[in-house]
């Protein structure tokens, strides 16, 4: 599924196959998750990708060839392809631990192509191992709404009670996180989305509910929806100390608000990309901790109508695009 100009639907296109270059993986695509980053992509919320792309940064697949040098996977191995696709290993940023601000990095399914396809080419340094117990629907949201979010969490330091604003993809699967770490989950919604809150408190949040009704100080809160408006909104029920994340790679306009609602050491900050490091620690925890995704498969060629459930919020948990010959049953 191509794009070839931001803000039209994706072609269904037969394409050449990609081949794996120096150092990269050839990957059969079983799965891949549809990310709120890719809609950021086709809607033009993201400047430049590259054109004509395939998007999708969250692909299940198995090594179906090795380009030259590349010995790290076997052939049928599973691995998983996330967002950072490739960074320089040089800047300032690659050297003290943070290629994730890396000032070269490419990223998948923007200026890379990506996993909307039934093949996928993909340097084997950025590839993870997957753990067992998911099939390849569950284990693609893993990928980055898992990814990114359980990095924002690591943000929040140890904060006991911690808001999640919007309850989508990610906050599914870091909500699961957030209890197994023994922190209280307060989930805030859309107002009246009783199905979204029921869903929240079914995955162990304490509280669900609208942005005007938080019952408690947050000491921390992680804001996946792209709305500007949340922010102050966070912080006004966050407590001394605290921290507002914002996980989402674009958002509208953050409005001007009062010193005082960020006065007592309150912290506003982004999360950006993820590194390598946070996809082992997080691939290494989703087992033991025990966190199932939810997810809502679409065949491949209906990539528009997954992308217009995303847009539209009606998607409970992650959409995943399946090559359906290739990907496992729902175990
Ligand atoms: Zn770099
Ligand atoms: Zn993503």
Known sequence: MVLDEQRRPLRDA?????????????????????CRTDLHVVDGDLADPRLPLVPG??????????????????????VGIPWLGWTCGECRYCRSGRENLCERALFTGYQLDGGYA??????????????????????????????????????????????????????????????????????????GDESGQAFAREL???????????????????????AGEIVPAALRVLAPGGTVVCAGIHMTDIPSFSY?????????????????????EFLELAPRA????????????????ALDDLRAGRVRGAAVLTTSAEAQAHG
């Open 14 to 34: 037969e394409v050449p196959d990609p081949r794996p270059g120096e150092g990269q993986v050839l990957v059969r695509v079983h799965s891949c998750g549809v």
């Open 57 to 78: 940064h969250q692909i299940v697949g198995t090594v179906v060839e090795r380009g030259q040098g590349a010995e790290r996977f076997q052939t049928g191995d599973r």
């Open 118 to 191: 039934e093949l996928a080419a993909a340097d084997e340094r950025y590839a993870f191992g997957l753990p067992g117990g998911y099939d390849d629907l569950q284990a693609a949201p893993l990928l980055c709404a898992g990814l990114i979010g359980y990095r924002s969490l690591r943000l929040c330091g140890d904060a006991e009670r911690l808001g999640l604003y919007g309850f989508g993809a990610s906050a599914h699967i870091i909500c699961q996180v957030a209890v197994h770490e023994g922190r209280e989950v307060y989930a805030i919604t859309r107002p």
């Open 290 to 305: 025990g966190l199932r995704t939810r997810v809502t498969e679409y065949p491949l060629a209906d990539a528009n109508r």
């Open 260 to 280: 005082e609602l960020l006065w007592g050491e309150r912290t506003v900050r982004s999360v950006a990309n993820l590194t390598r490091r946070d996809g082992e």
């Open 204 to 226: 162990g949040a304490i509280w669900a509910g609208a942005a005007d009704e938080v019952p408690d100080a947050l000491d921390a809160a992680i804001v996946f929806a792209p």
